[in-house]
């Protein structure tokens, strides 16, 4: 067998110990070690070499640091019941209207995502603070767990986001800079969410109620309350975008901001514990599936399949943004079996040098990087509520208890088409990814 049919080959045995439910990080391990093994001359002393470098040259990565400070600061915005003020506070704005409650909780989801950088954690947080009160105001099934799975996802498009991290160590892009390029993407999709529930609301009223308006009092006293957590998304993103601190400074800051707030807030050593130890389990399972990346895609990188990739793609005389929209096609279909960040590092080092080496309406290469860095993560972000898999889907329909699957999938849908008008506007405008990027470089 050629390098290519080497590298389709482990691919599909990878997507196969997947089907039987092997943990990602251990089927790309393994299928990686077994072509590395058969390349290498069918002896494990090669194997043996490499995996004794292996750990240390991954995990010795100063960057990575970020990883564990975002995700306990995440744990304490969840264990803390942050989501419950800007959930109250959002409400108290916008329940009085229409659909008001379910666009409150996807704004509350959006904020929430700005201290979390979870799709998972901020969609079942906000579940279990909204879907009480959705249900009190008898929203319909679909509409009220649909924007929850959608809002959902959220929590990677606005940064702080663990997947933009991960893309950043990949490539060797600036973690800063992919953050500040996803700002107005994130916007575009919460607002884009909102328009959504407004028309559903609108084609049928009796789906999404109006809740009581609040007084000025009482929505001023919600305000003052979710202060705090305003505060440290400026001073973890402000510090990021000025220059003040680094990533990996800012993340730390924000952690403790988030811990003091949420022990102010009522957190006691239970929460505080369950916090390290959430932290201890994501980190360990990141750093596991990224050793796994890294021992697959050096096989890949042996077997020049890659390579042979980009230059099979330059060379079908396609234009540029046809095969963007077909790497995204791959993308979705890759969503119906992984999840984001497993993704994210199998992908990247296949699709980057592709995409890099094409020319998309005169890019600069800088540019480019990070517009792929967003365009990934949309089309990420989309792979958690379409079905077959879609993890917020089932997350948010197990917390409903009483709501159909096929009644979330049906909710789910007029937020894909949003998400599929999204990502068409994202790639053939990059402006909107690196307006703000030029604006403060």
Known sequence: MNGVQIGLLTFSVMLGMMFFRVPIGVAMLFSGAGAYVYLTGSSFTPLLNFFKNLAYARLSNYDLVVIPLFLLMGQFATHGNLSRGLFRFITSCVGHRRGGVAMAAIGACGAFGAICGSSLATAATMGQVALPELRRLKYSGALATGALAAG???????PPSIPLVIYAILVGESIGKLFMAAVIPGVIAMVGYMVVVKVMVTLNPSSGPAGPRVAWGPRFRSFVQVLPILLVFVIVVGGIYGGWTTPTEAAAIGAAAAGVIAVAGGMRMPGVISSVLGTAAGSAMILLVLLGADMLNTTLALTQMPAALATWVQGLGMPSLAIVFIVILIYLFLGCVMESMSMIMLTVPMFYPMIMGLDIMGMPQADKSIWFGIICLT?????????????????????????????????VVPFLISDGLRTVLLVTVPSLSLFLVHRFS
């Not at 959902?152 to 606005?158: A, C, E, N, S």
């Open 152 to 158: 959902g996802t959220l929590g990677i498009m606005i």
């Open 379 to 411: 089309v990420v972000e989309v792979g958690l509520i379409h079905p077959p898999v879609g993890m917020n889907v089932y997350l948010i329909n197990r917390l409903a208890g009483d709501v159909p699957l096929m009644e979330t999938f049906r909710g």
